[in-house]
């Protein structure tokens, strides 16, 4: 519990963007941040046409016989967007979509046609989602070392059988986890504001 910050926020007509870049974010249920490039995905309104599934999959079956042709693998490893595992933090104007299928999933399904590997996040990070370590920071737009870490581990898992020496490293042998309170990202700096004035409970290694 601390004093409440109050911040008054309004359009800055004059932001530099060559500076700042043109990062634009929304803040959801218990302060979590999501930048409106994920909203596309989460309302459905991106889904690609029978012929750009067509086209994805055919650019994809050059890259996988071209790696097949020098010994290689070619292996997708999708980072879901925070929308995707707090689904409750999804600001309310943007509706999740009602439709059988997202961009996302057309991916999936082209690049397993394709005949690569496919290694899907989902599942994984929602049996963690409660976890003592956030997977994600709120007022950052990248993942905590923990979710990278549970990502880290299930693609390690799936090579250490042909290269052994890649077994994923094991929290509290090899690596430890800690929460520390910190300054605001890159999604309070996007308003703005500075980062001191907003502060988070993050993860490290």
Known sequence: ESDPIIVTTQPNYAL?????GVYRSALGDNMQGH????F???????????????GLTSRLTERVDFLAENG???IYLIVPNPIAIYPETAPIRYPKSTADTSRTEQFYAAAREAGATVIELEDLLWEHREDEFKIYNKLDSHWTPYGTYLAYDALMDYIAPDWPELAPVVPGEDVEFYNEVVNGGDIVTAYDLDSHLIQENATFV
């Open 16 to 20: 530099d963007f060559e500076k700042y």
């Open 72 to 74: 290689c693998e070619l």
């Open 40 to 54: 596309d995905d989460w309302m459905g309104t991106n889904i690609l046409t029978d012929k750009q599934v067509e």
């Open 35 to 38: 930048y409106y490039g994920q």
